[in-house]
């Protein structure tokens, strides 16, 4: 079984185009995760979500908006895209308390054309 | 703040030599620290976590890493390298400050093990 799987894998589309990234965890945790990951490999949090809360906002355009139907689910919709938002997108989960040790999806290689 | 600095960029090492990945950080108050590997296009993959208890932490496929509050650092060390170790490695840092989480991750380190 998959803990955390995000669709699509891939993502090209045009610039101006509005997309959403899905990520699903089956572990029961409490606490899921965005990451963008550029393309020298530096990964930086976009978001968090704690029990459907944003706990965590970091510095990103508010064209990105973090929806969380339920706690198993935490997907990220994208506005008006443009060519810098080209990356690999990951989305984790983790149980905040004593460790906050994360689990991460495969990524999502969003390219912006 | 809390910072991460991952010293060398790529670091290569014979396979069966000791593989040594360093990592520093900055904060100011205690951090969970945290080991990641990341092969090609896969996503990270948790190697080994500091949190308060034993300074010396053992993780995954061999790996280990110390925690030196004095040094304020939390070096990744295996041994003997195999080919299988080849990846990037990501140090990390969460600091719960309030009930909010701060994460910050290094700049990572890609290990290479030759033959």
């Known amino acids: 079984d998959t803990a955390v799987s995000q669709t699509p894998k891939y993502l090209v589309t045009q610039m101006g185009n509005d997309k959403s990234i899905k990520c699903e965890q089956n572990?029961?945790?409490?606490?899921m995760y965005w990451y963008k990951q550029d393309s020298k490999k530096f990964l930086k949090i976009m978001f968090s979500?704690?029990?459907?809360?944003?706990?965590i906002n970091e510095t990103v355009p508010n064209r990105f908006s973090p929806k969380s139907p339920d706690k198993a689910h935490l997907n990220l919709h994208i506005n008006s895209l443009e060519l810098g938002d080209s990356a690999v997108y990951f989305c984790?989960?983790?149980?905040?308390?004593?460790?906050?040790?994360?689990?991460f999806g495969p990524g999502t290689r969003l390219t912006v054309t | 703040a809390q910072s991460v600095t991952q010293l060398g960029s790529h670091v290569s090492v014979s396979e069966g030599a000791l593989v040594l990945l360093r990592c520093n950080y900055s904060?100011?108050?205690?951090?969970?620290l945290f080991w990641y590997v990341q092969y090609p296009n896969q996503g990270l993959q948790l190697l080994l976590k500091?949190?308060?208890?034993?300074?010396l932490v053992k993780g995954i496929n061999g790996f280990e890493a110390e925690f030196k509050k004095s040094e304020t650092s939390f070096h990744l060390t295996k041994p003997s390298a195999h080919m299988s170790d080849a990846a990037e490695y990501f140090c990390?840092?969460?600091?719960?400050?309030?009930?909010?989480?701060?994460?910050?991750f290094g700049t990572g380190t890609k290990l290479q093990v030759i033959p």
């Open positions: 984790a989960s983790g149980r905040a308390g004593s460790s906050y040790e994360q689990y």
């Open positions: 572990l029961g945790h409490d606490t």
């Open positions: 979500y704690n029990n459907k809360e944003l706990i």
């Open positions: 904060s100011s108050v205690p951090p969970y």
């Open positions: 500091y949190t308060s208890a034993a300074t």
């Open positions: 990390a840092v969460i600091l719960n400050s309030g009930g909010y989480q701060k994460v910050t």
